[in-house]
């Protein structure tokens, strides 16, 4: 029960834990080649990250090229961000800070940059933003059904103490029952005894009047054969 109680804790604080999100400009070596872009930053597991990114990207710009941890798109669909197609390269890794996501948007005239096209760089900044928003909701509707599934587990738990105590309590009071009966069984068994050493005495004084009834009948038989004999 205590361990039950505590993976709640452990789910719950996790629950109340800040999500952190971080979005700025940064450098990233892609392929050998050094490239500017925006970087979003969250507290969450990077493998978790990637996936959700990977996911969301398809979903936003289209199917995706993967070599050597790179993603890319040469025709990237992102109407809030540019009317026109973008070729798209990111990166998902992990850093002191916790996880990132990195990406650059090259719009054939321009690279999406905070001062070159702020509006541009405005737009990814709150794509980015509505990521982590996501990738921070579905974490916690992880934990959420995490702590259903501890609280499922501790409910049967609960359940299965319950009926043990109720298994026990029967279990004396079967006991109890079973003892009465044996004390009221003993108590027969003393009458019937007591009874029996009774039987016995009885037995003997019937065996004593027994032999002497015997000893008179032989006493006449003798008598008998005696007149028996004095007749000639």
């Not at 952190?20 to 925006?38: A, C, H, T």
């Not at 702020?118 to 934990?143: G, T």
């Not at 501890?150 to 109890?176: F, G, W, Y």
């Amino acid at each position: 029960m205590k361990a039950f109680l505590l993976s709640v804790f452990l789910l719950m604080a996790g629950l109340c834990h800040a999500q952190s999100v971080r979005i700025e400009e940064k450098e990233q070596s892609i392929n050998g080649i050094l490239r500017r872009g925006q970087q979003l930053s969250v507290q969450l597991d990077p493998k978790i990250v990637e996936k959700t990114w990977k996911e969301h990207l398809t979903s936003k710009a289209g199917k995706l090229k993967y070599n050597k941890g790179v993603y890319t798109t040469e025709k990237a669909v992102l109407d809030t961000i540019s009317a026109t197609p973008m070729r798209l390269v990111s990166t998902v890794g992990s850093d002191a800070q916790g996880s990132y996501v990195w990406w650059n948007l090259d719009m054939g005239t321009a690279y999406v940059d905070k001062n070159a096209t702020p509006k541009e760089y405005a737009a990814a900044e709150n794509f980015m933003r509505d990521f982590a928003k996501k990738v921070y909701r579905e974490d916690v509707f992880r934990q959420i059904n995490q702590a259903e599934d501890v609280l499922a587990a501790t409910k049967l738990e609960q359940d299965r103490v319950v009926k043990q105590a109720n298994d026990i309590q029967l279990t004396i009071e079967k006991n109890a029952k079973r003892k009465q009966e044996l004390q009221a069984e003993l108590a027969r068994n003393a009458e019937e005894l007591k009874q029996l050493e009774q039987n016995v005495q009885n037995n003997l004084k019937q065996q004593e009047a027994s032999r002497q009834q015997v000893a008179e009948m032989e006493k006449a038989v003798d008598a008998v054969r005696i007149k028996l004999q004095a007749i000639k």
